[in-house]
């Protein structure tokens, strides 16, 4: 599985343009059941509002995406939001974003650029992590190298599971497939060959993108 970015919990964001104000709402989501619910509790939040625009990408590849224009006119509020979300690469991620008309027809360009500007604003105001798999090594050692593996661990920044404490100790260590060959290799010429690898499976964490990192290409 390739890493995927998308949103942890939820997020809220409000813009206003020629009297009409728009209130955005974000949230992660793993599937349409539950994006489904979201957009519902948002329409029912604000039942009083002209609408109640919504769409959301689901899957590690981003295969599964819907909007909905919630009576605007068409193409001008759900593909917009949608297009937001696929800017910035996330997926399970869902966007409602409530519009309270002002009297002002924005006209077509003007809704669109609205919904796009803020879903943006809704996005922004989320955490975004990425979730990378990551392979599991146990390492068993010799109680006398526990310390000395420990300390290169924390030096190179390497993710740690649970240790099991028996005749020996075992470590377990998360590793990228890019850097497993050269990590296990220096705990090799570490341990002088005493270290001992077994595989144990991948597991999917979520690691924290910085803004930079997150902006859309």
């Known amino acids: 599985m ?23 709402h974000t949230s992660h989501v793993e599937s349409e059941d539950e994006a489904r619910a979201f957009i519902l509790a948002q329409k029912k939040a604000y039942f009083d509002a002209r609408h109640n625009c919504s769409a959301y990408v689901l899957g590690p590849d981003g295969a599964k995406q819907k909007s909905n224009d919630d009576g605007e006119p068409g193409g001008t509020a759900g593909n917009p ?32 650029r ?3 500007h803020s879903a943006v604003l809704g996005l922004d105001a989320a955490e975004i992590v990425e979730m990378t798999p990551l392979e599991v090594i146990h390492v068993k050692i010799g109680y006398d190298l526990l310390a000395s593996v420990e300390n290169v661990l924390r030096q190179k920044n390497i993710r740690t599971g649970e240790k099991a404490y028996a005749e020996d100790v075992t470590v377990d260590i998360l590793l990228q497939a890019s850097e497993k060959s050269a990590v296990l290799e220096e705990l090799t010429n570490l341990t002088s060959g005493r270290a001992r690898f077994e595989d144990s499976g991948t597991q999917v964490i979520a690691v924290p993108v910085t803004p930079a990192s997150c902006a859309s290409a």
């Open 2 to 24: 390739k890493p995927y970015k998308t949103t942890t919990g939820e997020s809220t964001a409000s813009y206003e343009i020629q009297r009409s104000k728009f209130i955005t």
């Open 81 to 112: 939001i949608l297009e937001a979300i696929k800017k910035k690469n996330l997926t399970n991620v869902v966007v409602v974003v409530t519009r309270y008309f002002g009297g002002i027809k924005l006209g077509a360009g003007g809704l669109i």
């Open 114 to 116: 609205a919904y796009s």
